[in-house]
């Protein structure tokens, strides 16, 4: 059975990093395109970022130049880097594949304050 878990979100001051960790149990992991997407308060799921199974990237103009996405494929896990964190990148963070293939998770909260 898929499964997907989020985690390492939390409450951060703007200007500050968090990483996100999400543990894919899927099949042929490595050969998968991974992506990183989040859902804010009253809106709809947007794509933040992506990663080709060759470990090509790609990222929302948004996030572009703050986060970072990266695997591991002996732990079947994707990672999102959040640096110089805006309030505007609070949301409920999610991990599936490129094209939301898999079954949703619970996703991590991240909510950047003062």
């Known amino acids: 059975q898929v ?7 939390g409450l951060v001051q703007p200007g500050g990093s968090l ?3 999400c543990v894919a149990s899927v099949i042929m992991f ?15 799921r947007e794509l933040v970022a992506t990663i080709t199974s ?15 996405i990266s695997r591991d494929n002996a732990k079947n896990t994707v990672y999102l880097q959040m640096n110089s964190l805006k309030p505007e990148d609070t949301a409920l ?6 094209n939301g293939l898999f079954a949703w998770g619970q996703g991590t909260q991240v909510t950047v304050s003062s």
Request: with cysteine; aromatic share 14%.
């Open 54 to 68: 060759g470990g090509n990237t790609n990222y929302a103009e948004s996030v572009k130049g703050r986060f970072t």
């Open 19 to 21: 990483r996100l960790s």
């Open 3 to 9: 499964q997907l878990v989020e985690s390492g979100g």
């Open 93 to 98: 963070y999610y991990c599936n594949s490129e």
């Open 30 to 44: 490595r050969s998968r395109h991974m992506a990183w997407y989040r859902q804010a308060p009253g809106k709809q």
